[in-house]
């Protein structure tokens, strides 16, 4: 190795002892980790649990990268002395194979290690001491680091939001329960299972704030998730309900309008027409008093949440309505077909008087009488529907055998 690698190297080192120093201060001075530590005023937290298991080889591992740092400010220290000390004008290859030697070799000297006597043969020796390579020192050190990092950002991100989460647990609790509630579901035990969990774990926060945050994120969380969810789906299910009662009220209306259609089509007929052979007599308004009585008794059972039966008992309600209103569809167009087919022949009736009077036909003794006599009858009440239609049947006959009269 040259003197300008070793330079070079020097270089090297003393950027990267920097920044790890720059680290391990920025770590130090986290509040965190003086509470975990019990430094800078703070007295040590009582660890417990999964926050102890965590947290306490890590904080171990910190305290030995300190002193591993240590060893290699100055084993790098002694290779900066040894380079001042070459002369510019000679180069010592000694010195200089002795500050290789430094930086690359296993020239740091950890601690001597007890062996147990257990792991002891009779010619092993009671204590060993591990020499290592700076490089591989700042690998391990930079392992220890991160592990160190993690474990202490990990319980700071527990401690910071943990308080919040448990409040706003507490609040959509509370706020669930009202629902559940206002549903008449029967959620108060999960519920309050959770607020008294959360409570217990409140206490927690200070000595297993992981613990606590895997206890929240394990039973808790899911919990609240799973009551939520049953709610919405009650919610869900009610707004169907809402909407099938909003449907049906919509039905019941159409049915009492076409009943209302069909009796008024009915006394017109009876009214206007001879002929009752083709009438269809509409639902006695009680039967639709019944079906309001019906739709009635299935609200208030909703209004009891009694979703099942009422679900049930809306179906057979909408099947029965339904079937009125096809009836009553049906009577209307029954009664109103005859009043429709006088006013048909009417027009005919009109049109084809019209067509006589353009062949110049007006004045026929035989037309004049077979018109004056169809018009009678479809202006007559009431009107022989099958005798006036014969008569415009015959009009029309007569008239195409008919010649033009220029």
């Known amino acids: ?106 020239s740091i000297q950890l601690a001597v290690v007890q062996i147990p006597l257990a792991q002891r043969g009779l010619l092993s020796v009671a204590q060993t001491a591990n020499a290592i390579a700076p490089l591989e020192l700042l690998a391990a050190m930079t392992s220890a680091f991160d592990v160190a990092k993690n474990a202490v950002l990990e319980v700071d991100a527990a401690w910071m939001r943990l308080e919040a989460e448990l409040a706003a647990s507490e609040a959509e609790i509370v706020s669930l329960q009202r629902l559940a509630d206002s549903l008449g579901e029967s959620s108060v035990g999960e519920l309050s299972a959770a607020r008294q969990k959360i409570n217990g774990l409140r206490d927690k926060i200070e000595s297993d704030p992981l613990g606590v945050s895997a206890n929240f994120a394990r ?34 209306s159409q049915l009492s309008e076409l009943n209302r259609q069909a ?14 052979s083709t009438w269809q007599t509409p639902l006695d308004p009680a039967q639709i008093e019944a079906l309001s009585q019906w739709l009635t008794r299935l609200e208030t059972k909703f209004g009891e949440n009694i979703l099942n039966s009422i679900r049930i008992g809306l179906e057979n309600w909408t099947a029965k309505v339904k079937e009125y209103i096809a009836k009553e569809e049906r009577a209307y167009a029954a009664n109103k077909a005859p ?17 006589a009077l353009a062949r110049g036909l007006a004045e026929n003794a035989i037309l004049s009488q077979i018109g004056a006599d169809a018009k009678r009858l479809l202006y007559t009440r009431p009107t022989p529907l099958d005798k006036a239609a014969q008569l415009v049947a015959q009009y029309e006959q007569e008239l195409n055998r008919k010649p033009y009269i220029k």
Not at 29 to 55: D, N, W
Not at 264 to 274: G, P, Q, V, W, Y
Request: glycine share 2%; with cysteine.
């Open 1 to 106: 190795m040259t003197v300008e690698e070793i330079d070079q190297l020097l270089a090297d080192w003393k950027q990267k002892i920097d920044l790890a120093s720059q680290n391990l201060i920025d770590l130090h001075e986290l509040p965190t980790y003086q509470r975990l530590c019990g430094v800078s005023g703070f007295p040590p937290v009582q660890l417990a649990g999964i926050t102890l298991a965590r947290v306490t080889p890590a904080l171990e591992a910190m305290n030995e990268l300190f002193q591993h740092f240590d060893l290699l400010i100055k084993t790098i220290n002694q290779a900066t002395e040894l380079r001042k000390q070459l002369s510019p004008l000679w180069v010592s290859e000694v010195k200089v194979k002795e500050i290789e030697q430094i930086l690359t070799g296993t």
């Open 219 to 252: 039973e808790i969380k899911p919990l609240i998730l799973r009551v939520k969810a049953t709610l919405e789906e009650s919610v869900r299910q009610q707004n169907q309900m809402r909407e099938k009662f909003a449907c049906a009220h919509h039905l019941l």
């Open 263 to 276: 009796e008024t089509a009915l006394r017109e007929s009876e009214e206007k027409i001879a002929d009752h």
């Open 339 to 355: 009043l429709e087919l006088r006013a048909e022949l009417r027009g005919r009736l009109d049109a084809l008087q019209a067509k």
